[in-house]
C-alpha cells in the first residue's frame, strides 16, 4: 500500500537555524510528491511539488529515489514559517498524506 | 474570493442523525476530492469526481457515507445515522482535469467542516 511516513510530530528551532522536516514514502511505480502547509487559522495549501524543482519561501525539497525520502529543508527558519507541514504523494488521482509535522520557530 | 467553500464550518450532531455537508469548488475545477481529517491525523481520501461522475469511492468508510455532484459543480457528502466515530474535519478540494498521465493539477483546499457527533 503506498504510505506517507513522518517520523516528527514536533520539531522545534530557534529563528535563523536551519530545518529539515522529514519525509519517507513507500510507493510502487514512479511517485508524484507534495509539501503542503497549514499556517494557524488558515486552510491546507500546497507548498511546493518534486516536479517543479523550485524554490517557495526558501524551501527545497529533493527526490531521493534511492531513500524513498522528499525531506523539506530550509536554510535560515523564520518566526513566520511557523505551522503544520504534511507531505503527500499522488496515488492515481489521490492524494496520500503523511501524519504532519508541526514546525515551532522560537525567537 | 475565488477559493473552495464549505458550509457550514462546524456541525454538531447527536449520534443516529444524518448530517450533509456542502462544498463549493473553484469555478472551472472539474475535479473534486473529499477528505475525512480525524484529529491528528492526515486527511485521508474519502471519494473523487470528475464533472458529475463519482470514479472513485473506495475511502468511503461505510455505507452511511454518500456523496453526490449532480450538475459537476458543488457537492454534498451526507453521513447516514451518524456515529461518534464519524467525528472529524472533512475537507474538500478541487482542481482542474485530471489528465490520468503525467504530473497531476494541484489540489485547492477548502477550510472545512468540522464535524461532531455527540
Known amino acids: 500500500a503506498q504510505r506517507v511516513t513522518q517520523p516528527e510530530k514536533l520539531l522545534s528551532v530557534f529563528k535563523g537555524a536551519p530545518v529539515e522536516l522529514k519525509c519517507n514514502y513507500s510507493y510502487s511505480g514512479s511517485p508524484e510528491l507534495f509539501w503542503y502547509v497549514q499556517y494557524s487559522r488558515q486552510r491546507l495549501q500546497l507548498l511546493l511539488r518534486h516536479i517543479s524543482r523550485e524554490s517557495i519561501k526558501g524551501f527545497t525539497a529533493d527526490l531521493n529515489k534511492g531513500e524513498t525520502s522528499f525531506h523539506l529543508k530550509k536554510p535560515f527558519a523564520q518566526e513566520e514559517d511557523s505551522a503544520m507541514y504534511y507531505c503527500a504523494l499522488t496515488d492515481g488521482n489521490k492524494l496520500v498524506f503523511g501524519a504532519g509535522t508541526i514546525l515551532r520557530v522560537k525567537s | 474570493g475565488a477559493g473552495v467553500s464549505q458550509s457550514p464550518r462546524y456541525k454538531v450532531a447527536k449520534r443516529g442523525q444524518d448530517v450533509a455537508l456542502r462544498c463549493d469548488p473553484i469555478s472551472g475545477h472539474v475535479s473534486l476530492f473529499w477528505y475525512q481529517q480525524a484529529l491528528g491525523q492526515g486527511p485521508e481520501f474519502l471519494t473523487y469526481f470528475q464533472n458529475e461522475a463519482q470514479l472513485d469511492k473506495s475511502g468511503l468508510p461505510s455505507d452511511r457515507f454518500f456523496a453526490e455532484r449532480p450538475e459537476g459543480s458543488v457537492s454534498t457528502l451526507k453521513i447516514q445515522r451518524t456515529q461518534q466515530e464519524d467525528s472529524a474535519v472533512y475537507l474538500c478540494?478541487?482542481?482542474?482535469?485530471?489528465?490520468?498521465?503525467?504530473?497531476?493539477?494541484?489540489?485547492?483546499f477548502g477550510d472545512g467542516t468540522r464535524l461532531s457527533i455527540l
Open positions: 478540494a478541487s482542481s482542474l482535469a485530471f489528465t490520468g498521465t503525467g504530473s497531476n493539477q494541484p489540489q485547492h
